[in-house]
Each structure stands twice: as C-alpha cells, then as structure tokens.
C-alpha cells in the first residue's frame, strides 16, 4: 500500500443519513462539531494528504519545504535566512537547518553580502537549479492531484479562502 493510499484509507467515514451522528452535540456545556466537519481537523488532515501526495509524486529526495526554499532563492536571486523565514512564514532555527541540509548537498552555497559583510546571503548552485527544474513539473503534479476533483473556480475559491484565512488568522500561528 502506498502512502497516499494508506492515507486515504485512514480517512474518517463520512456517513450521510440515518447513521450520520449529529453535527452538534453538548459536551459540558459547550456544542462539540462532528470531527470531519471541523476546518481545523480538515486542514491538518489536507496538509497529510497533501505531504503524502509529495512523497509519492516528488521521491524521497527534497521535502515540500526544501523545495520551497529552492524556488524562493530561484524567484529572488539569492536571500538572506532572514528573507527566507519570512517568505515561507518559518522561524529562524528552522531555515538555518534547512540551508545547512540544502548545502551540505550542494543545492544552496551561503556567501557575505557586498553590501553588508555581516549578513549571509543564501545562493542556488548550479546543482540546486537542476534539481528545482526536476522538482517543478512534480511540484505541478501535487497540485493538480490535490485539486483533481475541483473545477477551476472551486480551485479558485479554495486558495482564495485559504489565504483569507491566513490573512485573517496567521500572525497568531507561530512559525515553524
């Protein structure tokens, strides 16, 4: 059984009539929601199936967040670990782990600034653009295995509601 399946499989029943439980029960007082129809339960178990849909599309050789990593040095040009904890929303002993793994294989060189000798900037090499090429239609296959069952404008409503949801929310979630 593959990761994705094995995923798929612990997924929680979804009943639908009679046998349905009800959505909202009192539980000391406060209403409880049915578990599958809770956002935040639906979200962790999404980011599972999504780190699973990577696994099995992308290989075991980068993680989603390497890859993210790779394509912001790519967009950018090369960025300081600061940067980078800002543009993927993770924290600075995070980032430092990632760039160390990413440059102990080859893919990221770090370098001083011109401009400011104190600050680190962090660099793709010519091996880390290769395997950012590599990545990219894989990167795409995630996406659309995830969205396979939306038409365009639920896929666009999903992301759109997403990051309203981040805009609304994420400064009380701490990086990671």
């Known amino acids: 059984m593959t990761q994705r399946s094995e995923v798929a499989a612990t997924r929680p029943d979804r009943p639908d009539g009679p046998d349905r439980p009800e ?3 009192d539980v000391g007082g406060r209403q409880s929601l049915y578990l599958p129809e809770h956002v935040g339960f639906l979200i962790r178990r999404a980011q599972q199936v999504h780190l699973a849909v990577w696994a099995e599309e992308a290989g075991q050789g980068l993680s989603n967040v390497q890859f993210g990593v790779l394509n912001v040095l790519h967009r950018t040009g090369g960025a300081s670990q600061r940067e980078l904890c800002d543009a993927l929303d993770l ?3 995070t980032v430092a782990g990632l760039v160390a793994r990413l440059e102990a294989r080859g893919l990221v060189e770090r370098a001083r600034a011109a ?3 104190r600050r680190n900037l962090v660099r793709l090499t010519e091996a880390g653009g290769a395997e950012l090429r590599r990545l990219v239609p894989h990167a795409a296959q995630v996406d659309a295995s995830l969205t396979a069952g939306l038409t365009e404008q639920e896929q666009t409503t999903l992301r759109r509601l997403l990051t309203r949801i ?4 994420g400064h009380h979630a701490p990086a990671t």
């Open 23 to 25: 959505r909202a029960d």
């Open 166 to 169: 981040l805009d609304t929310h």
């Open 115 to 117: 401009a400011d000798r």
């Open 91 to 93: 924290d600075r002993s």
